[in-house]
């Protein structure tokens, strides 16, 4: 499985792409949107990892762009708001695979990597 | 309460217009007092006015018509009086002239001419012939009267000198009051003589009694010393000076005003009868004159004492009930604004809160990853896995991101809370979460907060962010009041199936008993200086009531309060 990780917060989301490699997870990490619309074009993702908030394109529509492109691509959304239900009720509309808020705890990320993973078996 | 207290409304306590940051727009004493005076002085002044212009004209009025009246009477009876005269004197006029004197000397004469004229007349009681030299020659009568000479009398010289005598009442001789008249006549021969006649007052005093005098009037004859001719009801009897002052001589019918011995007012009105001794006076007391006006007033004074009651009556009560419903709708203008203020506030922190949280989170996601990079390598690498103390350190760093993560994430939930959204809570929880923000303090100043709910509370309908600023607020509230190792003690219990009471109760200072019932309201604090804005419990009420629930206090000075609330199991709000 190959996990593209997308986050402006370039210290937080390199460090994630390295412990994920560590166990045995395949993952890159870009810093913004536009780099990861250019990046699917050269490597093949199962799943992406997005943070919501990030300068001139967010997670949300980037994730609209890419599920067109990429129908079976999954994903998963990072978020630094505080408020699960706030989340929710702001992209109920665009259909969420799931969510984390940060910071993460790496396990509960890659039991969510493996369950969508999972779905992808079926 | 008596009954004046009843009556003064509410805002008559409400004199201090500058309270906090929102004013009363009005001192509402000064407007009650001013409308009351306003409406009152144009309702009641032209009243007044009018009424006492009313008084004035109609009194005026009355006693010019009572002395017209009263002149009117006096000369009509002055002419009747007159004319009574004159036809008797004009009768020995015709008599004197048409009988020559030895005619009237024939023996018998007299009497014959004397029964004649009573039997037209019937009040002479004498008739005399009287000689140039005073000598009475022939006489008709009762009396026995012979031999008397007339010359050195006045009347006798008055008619010889004037032709004519009429004189005043007197007594005489006959011990009956009686008046004379005489005539003299000159012969053609040059001669004179006079014939004198003695008429009794009863004609004159039956005249008089008819008068329409009213019932304490009084009609009478004096003459110019002041002698009563006729009898008075008042002032004397026939023959003594009358009680009253005479009145001067006038040509014509005078009426004035006067007051007699006993200081009543009167009325009289008097004519010198031309050609005669006599004086006409009518005397009316001026109170039984003005009875009918006197009435009419009493009837219109108690109109106006009515009328002037009822008029203060509702002007009073119509400014009152202004006055205290612009009071009314000031009050909730200011307390919305309190509220308004309030929400502001709120909403400002609540964004101030978002900002730093937000801040945070990105930094503490970083620390969080790194630490959790070294820790993997500890795992993952064999050189660093035997280093315990290494492996210790960060597990520490990582364990202090997630406090961080903890609180930035509450933070986060609390300042959310600006609108409403009803669920279902754990009132336990929601009590625990809040406390969460303040158990650092709490361990500073060694204060034991116990939460004690009871087993199996069933879960609220509720809206989380209310809950929290309700708490949030009492418990603050009670961290202020207790000292340093003092108690706060928050329990929760089910009072029925439709209510839950959560009290909480602290051991601090108290609350005086002049203070407690004012907690509840805006502006009100004891904090001052340390920053209180006094805005905290009349907000906690107001959000409680939102709630559907209801709060109350209790508190002994010195030994600490407790705060009662109850709220709804089921929420009220739509």
């Known amino acids: 499985m190959r996990i593209l990780l997308v986050d402006d917060e370039q210290e937080l989301v390199s460090t994630l792409a390295e412990r994920l490699s560590m166990r045995g997870i395949e993952a890159d990490w870009v810093g913004s949107a536009d780099e990861a619309l250019k990046q699917v074009e050269t490597q093949q993702y199962d799943l992406a990892v997005l943070d919501v908030k990030m300068p001139k394109m967010g997670g949300i529509r980037l994730k609209q762009i890419l599920d067109d492109k990429y129908p079976d691509m999954k994903f998963i959304f990072l978020t630094g708001h505080g408020s699960e239900s706030d989340f929710q009720q702001g992209t109920s509309e665009f259909g969420v695979t799931d969510y984390l808020v940060k910071p993460v705890k790496i396990e509960v990320l890659i039991e969510k990597i493996k369950a969508a993973a999972d779905k992808c078996k079926v | ?574």
């Open chain 2, 1 to 574: 309460m008596s009954l004046l207290e009843k009556l003064i409304p509410k805002f008559w306590e409400q004199t201090d217009e500058a309270s906090g940051t929102y004013k009363y727009m009005f001192n509402f004493r000064r407007i009650w007092k001013q409308s009351v005076l306003i409406t009152a002085a144009v309702a009641l002044i032209p009243l007044l006015l009018i009424a006492a212009f009313d008084y004035r004209v109609t009194k005026d009025a009355m006693e010019s018509e009572i002395l017209l009246r009263t002149s009117r009477l006096v000369s009509n009876t002055r002419r009747t009086l007159s004319f009574f005269l004159d036809e008797r004197r004009f009768a020995l006029n015709f008599i004197i002239q048409d009988n020559t004197f030895d005619i009237l000397y024939y023996p018998g004469r007299l009497d014959v001419i004397m029964d004649n004229l009573n039997k037209a007349k019937g009040e002479i009681i004498d008739l005399s012939l009287i000689d140039a030299d005073g000598n009475m020659r022939e006489y008709a009568g009762h009396y026995k009267m012979e031999g008397i000479n007339y010359i050195s009398q006045d009347w006798f010289r008055h008619v010889v000198r004037e032709g004519v005598y009429i004189s005043d009442v007197f007594l005489g001789f006959r011990n009956v009051p009686h008046f004379v008249i005489a005539i003299r006549h000159t012969s053609p021969k040059g001669q004179f003589y006079v014939l004198r006649a003695s008429l009794d007052t009863e004609k004159l005093r039956d005249m008089l009694a008819q008068l329409e005098v009213s019932k304490q009037g009084d009609a009478f004859i004096i003459n110019k010393q002041g002698i009563l001719q006729t009898p008075s009801r008042y002032y004397g009897k026939v023959l003594e000076k009358m009680s009253l002052p005479v009145p001067e001589y006038s040509e014509r019918t005078q009426v004035f005003e006067t007051s007699d011995l006993n200081d009543k007012p009167m009325i009289i009105g008097y004519a010198y009868i031309t050609d005669t001794p006599f004086i006409l006076m009518i005397v009316k007391p001026k109170t039984e004159q003005m009875e009918s006006w006197q009435s009419t007033r009493l009837k219109l004074s108690v109109f106006m004492i009515i009328s002037i009651t009822v008029i203060l009556i509702v002007v009073l009560t119509m400014s009152t009930y202004l006055v205290n419903n612009i009071w009314l709708v000031d009050k909730k203008r200011v307390a919305t604004l309190h509220h308004a203020e309030y929400d502001n506030k709120m909403a400002s922190l609540g964004r101030l809160a978002a900002g730093v949280a937000h801040e945070i989170n990105n930094p503490l996601a970083i620390i969080n990853e790194k630490a959790g990079l070294i820790s993997d390598l500890f795992t993952f690498k064999a050189e660093y896995a035997k280093d315990e103390k290494l492996l210790r350190l960060v597990n520490s760093i990582i364990s202090s991101v997630e406090r961080c993560a903890a609180i930035t994430k509450r933070l986060l939930g609390f300042a959310r809370h600006t609108e409403v959204s009803i669920r279902l809570l754990h009132l336990e929880d929601v009590i625990n979460e809040v406390l969460g923000f303040l158990s650092k303090e709490a361990g500073y100043r060694s204060i034991s907060v116990t939460v004690d709910a009871e087993p199996e509370l069933p879960q609220i309908e509720s809206d989380k962010g209310k809950l929290q600023q309700i708490l949030l607020n009492l418990i603050n509230n009670a961290f202020a009041a207790v000292e340093d190792g003092g108690q706060i003690e928050i329990t929760v219990r089910r009072k029925n199936a439709n209510t839950i009471m959560l009290n909480v109760q602290d051991n601090g200072c108290g609350i005086p008993e002049a203070d407690i019932e004012k907690v509840f309201e805006p502006f009100f604090t004891t904090k001052s200086g340390k920053g209180g804005t006094g805005l905290g419990l009349s907000i906690t009420y107001n959000l409680i009531h939102e709630l559907g629930g209801t709060i109350y206090v209790n508190s002994i000075i010195g030994e600490g309060t407790i705060f009662l609330i109850a709220l709804p199991i089921k929420s009220v709000m739509c």
